[in-house]
Each structure stands twice: as C-alpha cells, then as structure tokens.
Nanobody
Framework: QVQLVESGGGLVQAGGSLRLSCVAS????????MGWYRQAPGKQRELVAA???????NFADSVKGRFTISTDNAKNTVYLQMNSLKPEDTAVYYC?????????????WGQGTQVTVSS
C-alpha cells in the first residue's frame, strides 16, 4: 500500500501559476506510475498528467504546453507545475499512484487539493 498526501492548491488569478506536490509514503521507485487527476463540479474525474517509473509522461490535451509533471525520488514526491492557469482548470486535483503486482494493478489516491482560478 501507499499513502499519498497532496499540497499546494489554492486560489490564483487567470494566467498565474501553482505547483502541486504529492508525497508518497514509500519509495516512488517501487511505484509503477504516478500522476494527477482532477474533478470539477458536475464533471467526471479526468486524467491531467502522469509519469511512469521509466520517466514517460502523458498529458491531457487541455493542459499540454502549460503543465509539467516531475518527480523527486529522494523526497518520494511528484510535482505538478501548472502555468498559464485558466478558470476552466478549477477543480479538485487528486494525486494517484499505480502499482502492478502480477496480473493485478492497484490504484491509490490522495485526499485531493482544491485549485481555484479566478477570471
């Protein structure tokens, strides 16, 4: 298992930046993939960005060129740097970790952090 603790959300004006952090309770070397989902009111949760243990990244089309994802292995932390924020980025952002074990995959989630972008 792994526990995830997010931080860094808040209120920012359109065009501003925020950096979200997610600290894992175990070495991220042992985690196959980590990333961020978000859920806006009345909408389904959607993938924002993900990074594999091999360093491959994946981004939602809506955030490409504005968001970056990175890890600090020494701190067991994954970051989401969000630049040029837009009001439509407003959502609760959830960190996740995926661990493969044999034929099974296990997903773990953080508690979520609110990001609000004002126009």
């Amino acid at each position: 298992q792994v526990q995830l603790v997010e931080s860094g959300g808040g209120l920012v004006q359109a065009g501003g930046s925020l950096r979200l952090s997610c600290v894992a309770s175990r070495s991220i070397f042992s985690i196959n993939a980590m990333g961020w989902y978000r859920q806006a009111p009345g909408k389904q949760r959607e993938l924002v960005a993900a990074i594999s243990s091999g360093g491959n990244t994946n981004f939602a089309d809506s955030v490409k060129g504005r968001f970056t994802i990175s890890t600090d292995n020494a701190k067991n932390t994954v970051y989401l740097q969000m630049n040029s924020l837009k009001p439509e980025d407003t959502a609760v952002y959830y960190c996740y970790a995926r661990i493969y074990s044999g034929i099974y995959e296990y997903d773990y989630w953080g508690q979520g952090t609110q990001v609000t972008v004002s126009s």
